[in-house]
């Protein structure tokens, strides 16, 4: 059961990507019984997305940092978390997810933060 700190993490991380995020669809590649892959995918999820600048670039740095929350994902059964190698769409670009940091209050994921590679 969800406590109420967690909770009030939630909503407030939902009412602030509702008002400034923008829309990203997550995809994630299974294989299909005819030996192709069908993605699955979440989409219009609410995100802050972080560019990161060109001149900050190194080997180990992404291209970006999105920032999410959990409810999404839960109400379209997605089976979180987000892993490395799902697809995120943002807008026309397309990245990988290289890793993922889950941010818990009280135990109770209450938001993921994506570093993604284009």
């Known amino acids: ?8 993490c939630i909503r407030g991380l939902d009412t602030a990507l509702e008002r400034t995020g923008e829309l990203i669809t997550i995809a994630r590649l299974h294989d299909a019984p005819d030996g192709g892959q069908v993605a699955f995918r979440c989409e219009n999820i609410p995100a802050k997305v972080q560019l990161v600048a060109p001149q900050e670039l190194t080997v180990n740095l992404p291209d970006s940092v999105i920032i999410i ?16 190698d799902d ?10 997810i290289e890793s993922v940091v889950e941010h818990r209050v009280n135990g109770v994921v209450c938001r993921y933060q994506l570093s993604v590679k284009s």
């Open 1 to 8: 059961m969800m406590n109420a700190a967690a909770r009030r």
């Open 69 to 84: 929350s959990p409810t999404r994902l839960a109400a379209r059964q997605w089976p979180a978390p987000p892993r490395r």
């Open 87 to 96: 697809r995120v769409y943002i807008g026309s670009l397309v990245a990988n």
